[in-house]
């Protein structure tokens, strides 16, 4: 896998009295797509939450390039590099989309250089500047999602973390999708992507984790499970 960004230890996480992660790890390699796979329910969302801090870790450790991140507020782990582009886009409606990707800019080291995320978000998404002044709950549900996108990288990130991106889509703006997000990774970004979509996930991720009721149940380079025969049954069809 190379070198780690992100190392996640036994964690276990959920919510109230309710466990939903029982002793999850995983490791994000530096500028490489990880994917993270399960059917609903398997735990990915909970994951995604307490990787950015809205779901508290019971036990276990969180690590982005060797420092513990465990006991950090969420507003730290953004300042750090994290950023989290949520399942359903969640996008502000009634606001432009230039004011939607300015809000994802707040964070103090993406201020100073606001003008320029906007330049680069738009040059990544070329609709988005046409919509620059379009209020965010008219655009198609593709441009939302590329705006949701937008916002994450506003904040200048060193490791985005995508849940269900094309959650929704039609399957020709979903595969539209998954190109821009393989852009974005060769652009040196490191990405953790949680999907349903096992196939497409599989041809663009250098590495998978499978989630099964909360755990992880297998793990290795993409090309192996794509070729694994429980995968191709279980989660191909094949």
Known sequence: M?????????????????????????????????????????????????????????????????????????????????????????VFPDLTVEENLRIGGYVRHARRRLAAGLAEVFDHFPILKERRRQRAGTLSGGEQQMLAIGRGLMARPRLLLLDEPSLGLAPKMAQTMFALIAGLNRSGLSILLAEQDVATSLRIAAHAYVLENGSRVMEGPAAALRADPRIRASYLGL
């Open 2 to 90: 190379g070198k780690s960004l992100l190392s996640v230890r036994e964690l276990r996480a959920g919510y109230g009295a309710v466990t939903v992660l029982k002793g999850v790890s995983l490791e994000v390699g530096e500028g490489t797509i990880t994917a993270l796979l399960g059917a609903n329910g398997a735990g990915k969302t909970t994951l995604m939450r307490a990787l950015v801090g809205l779901v508290p870790a019971e036990s276990g450790s969180i690590e982005l390039a060797g420092e513990d991140m465990t006991p950090w507020a969420s507003s730290r782990r953004v300042e750090a590099g994290v950023a989290l582009v949520p399942e359903g886009r969640l």
